[in-house]
């Protein structure tokens, strides 16, 4: 079982989404649909993290990230297989520049 971990930046990230759906869009239930759709994306990660596939940039791929999608959204993230610990970098809608999100 891997440990599951969020930077500051990746719970910025949630935050701001959650924020946005639920007051500027007036869709608390959308909000929590995403909150529950990120709940069971942590699961998976808990068990198998390594079914995600590798980001498509060589770099980032090179570097270790990958990427899971969960509702319109979608986290990037780095696998510790040694330590057996997860670390959720960023979350992103899907049709944001993942590139320059990441630094890239």
């Known amino acids: ?3 599951v971990l969020l930077t500051h930046k990746a719970v910025q990230d949630l935050s701001a ?3 946005y759906i639920e007051h500027t869009l007036s869709s608390p239930s959308a909000a929590q649909g995403l909150l529950d759709a ?3 994306l942590l699961g998976q990660l808990e ?6 596939s590798f980001m498509r940039d060589d770099l980032l791929a090179y570097a270790g990230y ?3 999608p969960f509702g319109s ?3 990037f993230f780095i696998v510790d297989a040694e330590n057996q610990e997860v670390v959720i970098e960023r979350i992103a809608h899907e049709s944001r520049d993942w590139k320059a999100l990441l630094g890239q």
């Not at 068990?47 to 995600?52: G, K, L, S, Y």
Request: proline share 5%; no cysteine; hydrophobic share 45%.
């Open 47 to 52: 068990t198998m993290p390594e079914a995600h």
């Open 73 to 75: 959204y979608l986290a």
């Open 38 to 40: 990120f709940e069971k």
């Open 66 to 68: 990958r990427w899971a």
């Open 1 to 3: 079982m891997y440990s």
């Open 17 to 19: 989404a959650t924020g």
